[in-house]
């Protein structure tokens, strides 16, 4: 399978969104994958968790503050690999008294 899934999502003051992706069609893994994940936060203050089939892949990382999407392949540091049927999970938490964005890019490979 190969997909990419590309979010922009509002964040709000004191509030997790539990998953950005939900609703994408490649959020559940159709085949053994290869993944590689990109966010961006449009200030700090964003905490991000990246997890796949119940397994955390990256937990409490801060994003790079940038007001674009993530670029390919200057801000792709997240790699993990995911099962047929497994689902892909970003957490967002923001710590703020205000509203902030995160952008996320995600390309998937056949692994």
Not at 94 to 100: H, I, P, V, W
């Amino acid at each position: 399978m190969q997909g990419v899934m590309i979010a922009e999502v509002s964040i709000p003051a004191n509030s997790t969104v539990n998953n950005i992706f939900s609703g994408d069609p490649f959020v559940t893994l159709s085949s053994p994958s290869l993944i590689s994940a990109a966010m961006t936060q449009s200030a700090v203050g964003l905490r991000v968790q990246l997890s796949v089939g119940g397994r955390l892949a990256v937990n409490d990382a801060v994003p790079p503050v940038s007001t674009v999407m993530p670029k390919i392949p200057d801000d792709f540091f997240f790699n993990f690999g995911g099962l047929t049927a497994e689902t892909i999970v970003g957490r967002v938490t923001n710590t703020t008294a205000g509203a902030l964005t995160i952008r996320a890019v995600v390309q998937m490979a056949d692994g």
